[in-house]
C-alpha cells in the first residue's frame, strides 16, 4: 500500500516562496511517477507538475515558477514555488502512479492527504 505524507504548506505574501515536500512509502519513487495536483475552493483537481525518471512536465500556470524535484535517497518528491500569486492559493496534493505521468487526475493511483497553501496580496 502507497502512502504519501505531503508537508510545507503555509501563509505566505505574494512574491513570496515555500517549498512543498511529498514523502512516500510502498513505492520507490525513482521507479513510478510522482505528481502534483491542487485544487481551490468551488475548482476542480487541476495538474500542477510531474516528475519520472529524469523528466519533468510542468501546467503552463506554474512553469518557470515551480520546479518539481526528488530525492531518491529519502524517497521524497518536493515542489519548490516561487513567484507565488494569490491565484496559487490551494490545497496541494501529491499523488503517484506505477506508469502514468499524464496529466489528469482519474489516473493516479495514489494520493497524499493534502496540504493548504494561501498567497496573500
Known amino acids: 500500500q502507497v502512502q504519501l505524507v505531503e508537508s510545507g504548506g503555509g501563509l505566505v505574501q505574494a512574491g513570496g516562496s515555500l517549498r512543498l515536500s511529498c514523502a512516500a512509502s510502498?513505492?520507490?519513487?525513482?521507479?513510478?511517477?510522482m505528481a502534483w495536483f491542487r485544487q481551490a475552493p468551488g475548482n476542480e483537481r487541476e495538474f500542477v507538475a510531474v516528475?519520472?525518471?529524469?523528466?519533468?512536465r510542468y501546467a503552463d500556470s506554474v512553469r518557470g515558477r515551480f520546479t518539481i524535484s526528488r530525492d531518491n535517497a529519502k524517497n521524497t518528491v518536493y515542489l519548490q514555488m516561487n513567484s507565488l500569486k494569490p491565484e496559487d492559493t490551494a490545497v496541494y496534493y501529491c499523488a503517484s502512479d506505477r506508469e502514468y505521468w499524464g496529466n489528469s487526475r482519474y489516473e493516479y493511483d495514489s494520493w497524499g492527504q493534502g496540504t493548504q497553501v494561501t498567497v496573500s496580496s
Open positions: 516528475t519520472k525518471w529524469t523528466l519533468t
Open positions: 510502498g513505492r520507490t519513487i525513482s521507479t513510478g511517477t
